[in-house]
Antibody, heavy 121, light 110 residues
Framework: DVQLVESGGALVQPGGSLKLSCAASGFTFSSHWMSWVRQAPGKGLEWVANIKYNAAGKYYVDSVRGRFTISRDNAKNSLFLQMTSLTVEDTAIYYC??????????????WGQGTLVTVSS | QTVVTQEPSFSVSPGGTVTLTCGLSSGSVSTSNSPSWYQQTPGQPPRTLIFNTYSRSSGVPDRFSGSILGNKAALTITGAQADDDSDYYCLLCLGSGIWVFGGGTKLTVL
């Protein structure tokens, strides 16, 4: 099956760190740009970060730049999000998502089920 | 900082037609912003409805359509059904590798 499965969500204290993983299967992972999207409780979707298919390009929303790092391991069909200096505002469900193309126009054509990150003391 | 704007809420009667819009706090939305639309029900990940402004994703009923109306992207539902009662989000590319979701529209079908 073509799917994305996130893991690594947890309860973490403010100022702490956490690493999320996303396991991809059923498609050629190394051909696709990938992304993390988050959704705070009761709030809307927020694009967090993108990574090029070969990891040569990475892009971040301003609120996480310098604190979060997106990465990938194409040999293991895996996407990661290393999160540091976490604040309560980072509490959210984090979705792994696949971009449909490598250029514009582009859109998400595959979503994971999400993993919950709770930042609280 | 550019904000992507959507109506916070909308209501439509079953069988009715509704158009949700997606704009920019500064400037106009065009096909160059690569508008796409996503539907989300509680507890579920988003589902892709419309991509590349006009194209329906596989399996999406043809009562959903995308367009540019004036200076905004638009999602029109023609003949709304009860299971269209959902949250709808647009996504735009603002350039330089930056993407932004709209705040979402909560659509009520009643």
């Amino acid at each position: 099956d073509v799917q994305l499965v996130e893991s690594g969500g947890a309860l973490v204290q403010p100022g702490g760190s956490l690493k999320l993983s996303c396991a991809a299967s059923g498609f050629t992972f190394s051909s696709h740009w990938m992304s993390w999207v988050r959704q705070a409780p009761g709030k809307g979707l927020e694009w967090v970060a993108n990574i090029k298919y070969n990891a040569a390009g990475k892009y971040y929303v301003d609120s996480v730049r310098g604190r979060f790092t997106i990465s990938r391991d194409n040999a293991k069909n895996s996407l990661f999000l290393q999160m540091t200096s976490l604040t309560v505002e980072d509490t959210a469900i984090y979705y792994c998502a696949r971009w449909a193309t490598s250029t514009l126009p582009n859109w998400y054509d595959l979503w994971g089920q999400g993993t919950l990150v709770t930042v609280s003391s | 900082q550019t904000v992507v704007t959507q109506e916070p809420s909308f209501s439509v009667s079953p069988g009715g037609t509704v158009t949700l819009t997606c704009g920019l706090s500064s400037g106009s939305v065009s096909t160059s912003n690569s508008p796409s639309w996503y539907q989300q029900t509680p507890g579920q990940p988003p589902r892709t409805l419309i991509f590349n402004t006009y194209s329906r994703s596989s399996g999406v009923p043809d009562r959903f359509s995308g367009s540019i109306l004036g200076n905004k992207a638009a999602l029109t539902i023609t003949g709304a059904q009860a299971d269209d009662d959902s949250d709808y989000y647009c996504l735009l590319c603002l350039g330089s590798g930056i993407w932004v979701f709209g705040g979402g529209t909560k659509l009520t079908v009643l």
